[in-house]
């Protein structure tokens, strides 16, 4: 065989190979891209799944709020229609009395003109001037305790009620307040609003901007342990133990004239509750009724006392329809309280042995029955009040010392712990076991965490405001994705035990050991 058929025979060989090899990784090459055009196609197709299933969702979400849109305007329509109706026949039975609800007409008297302010029915007050009126207190009694009622000093002038009105027609407006109260409660119940993916997605806080803090003396000498913005009036709030003072109650308990533990504004805002100790036998319960005047009736006590033993820690109102309170305490028990009649509630214990130890905190999720408590054992509870069991269950490494939902998420609420730097913890309803973030602050005069220290959210349920143990108001925006506080305000002379939002006015209203009330305008 010659040099050249040899030479020629191997060329086609090594072309026949390298087309092979060619194929080969065509082969593979194929393969490789069909696998992942599949992997893409089942992605795509768990994209557009979801997706529809969201547009599902946001139908019936859009569907339901037409209905809640539609409900809302008939109601009100047909309460116009009342109001209208029962207005033109007061009109003919008497001409003398023209009764406005909240407004303030200008009324012509002998040719002058005369600013005349008209009765606010939903919140009858006895005391009406700036004055201080010194708290009831019983004859051998040493012990005092007062609920104050304050008037926003920022707008003090509109909140003065008329103490003249007659007792048929307060008595005739309370009925039909009530009934009002309870179409406009129902009315602006707040929407649900997605804020838990918005949780540590910002490396930057966003903060509020600068305050201009005002201090006025709360008249107390004894620290003040509670403060809370009356739910109907914007222009009042209580503190426990008094702002342009409109009122003071002593409200020690029955027996022993114990001070009140915490306090409570009924959600028609013409009360307040409040909580004692279970030693002793003691009244566990008071209701301070603001729309009576000073004496029989204005303040009682519930004769049922559900409470075993120990301090009853925490009292709160339900964001439901139908009116009741639940109460924690230290007998490791929480108990729901519901609305007999007027001033008739009736205890029903929800458990008692889901904590071992006290109870601190209690709250109300918004969207389903569903009552958070949170104990000194570390546990977080959530108890199906329509199921009667724990739908959710949850323990941490530090104590817990109460518990606070978000207001516009209805599946977000935060723990304050006991652990330093990381005081503040934000969980979802949904998600057992799963932290989504956690925030605090640094302690300078003191290295424990009074249970006295509460927090606060602001109405648009993206901020915390939080007391501390330095004289400091420290705000939190959950958005940050740091744990540090966004800004913190140095409004008192000692520890800042809780500082409160407004939910109307650019307003923050801070309680303080110095004995100062503090207004902080921003």
């Known amino acids: ?20 090899t060619a194929n080969g990784e065509d082969d593979n090459s194929i393969a490789e891209q069909e696998e992942a055009l599949v992997a893409l196609i089942e992605h795509r197709t768990k994209e557009v799944e979801h997706l529809g299933q969201r547009i599902s969702y946001y139908k019936s979400q859009l569907d339901q709020a037409e209905k809640r849109l539609q409900d809302s305007q008939s109601k009100l329509a047909r309460l116009r229609g009342r109001h209208n109706t029962a207005f033109s026949n007061a009109s003919l039975a008497t001409k003398s009395v023209k009764v406005e609800q909240r407004s303030i007409s200008p009324e012509r008297i002998n040719g002058g003109s005369k600013t005349k302010q008209q009765p606010r029915t ?19 009694s040493s012990a005092k305790t ?45 929407e649900h ?9 910002s490396s930057t806080p966003t903060t509020i901007g600068s305050y201009s803090s005002n201090h006025i003396s709360s008249q107390h000498k004894r620290k003040l342990r509670s403060l809370s913005v009356c739910p109907v009036n914007d222009q009042l709030f209580v503190t426990r133990s008094s702002a342009s003072f409109l009122s003071s109650t002593d409200c020690g308990s029955s027996g022993e004239r114990r001070w009140p533990e915490d306090i409570a504004w009924h959600p028609y805002g013409n009360s307040l509750f409040c909580v004692y100790t279970a030693d002793a ?9 603001l729309n009576k005047t000073q004496g029989r009736g204005r303040l009682t006590y519930l004769e049922d006392k559900p409470h075993v033993k120990g301090i009853i820690n925490s009292i709160i109102f339900m964001p439901w329809e139908k009116n009741c309170f639940v109460t924690g305490g230290s007998d490791h028990a929480v108990v729901l309280w519901n609305e007999k009649d007027e001033d008739i509630w009736k205890p029903k214990s929800l458990h008692r042995n889901l904590h071992s130890s006290a109870v601190m905190g209690v709250a109300g999720m918004q969207q389903k029955n569903v009552i958070l408590s949170a104990g000194a054992d570390k546990r977080i509870i959530g108890f199906d009040v329509h199921v009667g069991r724990a739908d959710y269950k949850h323990q941490i490494e530090s104590k817990c010392m109460s518990v606070l939902p978000n207001p516009c998420d209805f ?35 003191s290295d424990s965490q009074s249970a006295l220290i509460n927090q606060a959210w602001s109405p648009d349920g993206l901020y915390l405001s939080s007391g501390s143990a330095d004289p400091v108001i420290h705000i939190f925006d959950i958005r940050y994705n740091a744990r540090r506080p966004s800004q913190s305000i140095r409004a008192h002379q000692k520890r800042v035990f809780k500082a409160v939002w407004h939910y109307s006015l650019p307003l923050l209203i801070s309680i303080s050991s110095d004995l100062q009330i503090g207004l902080h305008k921003r």
């Open 1 to 20: 065989m010659s040099a050249g058929s040899t030479i020629s025979k191997k060329i086609k060989e090594e072309a026949v190979e390298e087309e092979e």
């Open 122 to 140: 939903e919140l009858v007050i006895p005391s009406v001037n700036p004055k201080i009126s010194q708290p009831i207190k019983p004859a051998g």
């Open 146 to 190: 007062t609920i104050s009622l304050e008037a926003n000093a920022a707008s003090s002038r509109a909140v003065k009620v008329k103490a003249e009105t007659s007792h048929r027609n307060s008595s005739n407006a309370e009925v039909v307040e009530k009934k009002d109260r309870g179409a406009k409660r129902k009315f602006e119940q707040r």
């Open 193 to 201: 609003k997605e804020l838990i993916p918005l949780v540590r997605s």
């Open 281 to 289: 036998g003691d009244s566990q319960i008071s209701i301070l009724n």
């Open 411 to 445: 599946n977000l609420f935060m723990v304050q712990t006991g652990a330093h730097e990381r005081q503040l913890r934000l969980y979802d309803i949904r998600l057992r076991h799963t932290e989504l973030h956690s925030f605090g602050w640094k302690q300078e005069s």
